[in-house]
């Protein structure tokens, strides 16, 4: 059973940056998709972005929202994915969840019914 552990929220005013941590206990050599999604209170989970571990050149996606301001990385002998989040904005305020699911396809999707492993869930609170 593969674990996802998730740190690194927390709260900030606007403009703030966080950076948020995900750990699996599944090191990175079996290639995986990892993701970033979110929910807010009343709101569908979304997807923030991904990163598929088996790519050299961190194989990345970002939804429009999060583009240019979030940046999702990878430390392999950490077995850990980091999203580094800048010029935070009260409607990033949300619960984030990290989820991971094995993947040779070299292509992430934001498609939670792929995702098999979910962490529990860090708030990032935002205010203006």
Same mark, same amino acid.
């Given at each position: 059973?593969?674990?996802?552990?998730?740190?690194?929220?927390?709260?900030?005013?606007?403009?703030?940056?966080?950076?948020?941590?995900?750990?699996?206990?599944?090191?990175?050599?079996?290639?995986?998709?990892?993701?970033?999604?979110?929910?807010?209170?009343?709101?569908?989970?979304?997807?923030?972005?991904?990163? #598929?571990?088996?790519?050299?050149?961190?194989?990345?996606?970002?939804?429009?929202?999060? #583009?240019?301001?979030?940046?999702?990385?990878?430390?392999?002998?950490?077995?850990?994915?980091?999203?580094?989040?800048?010029?935070?904005?009260?409607?990033?305020?949300?619960?984030?969840?990290?989820?991971?699911?094995?993947?040779?396809?070299?292509?992430?999707?934001?498609?939670?019914?792929?995702?098999? #492993?979910?962490?529990?869930?860090?708030?990032?609170?935002?205010?203006?």
């Amino acid at each position: 059973q593969v674990q996802v552990m998730e740190s690194g929220g927390g709260s900030v005013q606007t403009g703030g940056s966080l950076r948020l941590s995900c750990r699996v206990s599944d090191d990175f050599s079996t290639d995986k998709c990892v993701a970033w999604f979110r929910q807010a209170p009343g709101e569908e989970r979304e997807g923030v972005a991904n990163l #598929y571990t088996g790519s050299p050149y961190d194989r990345t996606q970002y939804r429009d929202s999060a #583009y240019g301001r979030f940046t999702i990385s990878q430390d392999r002998e950490k077995n850990t994915v980091y999203l580094q989040m800048d010029s935070l904005e009260p409607r990033d305020t949300a619960v984030y969840y990290c989820a991971v699911h094995v993947s040779s396809d070299w292509f992430c999707s934001f498609d939670k019914t792929r995702y098999n #492993y979910w962490g529990q869930g860090t708030q990032v609170t935002v205010s203006s």
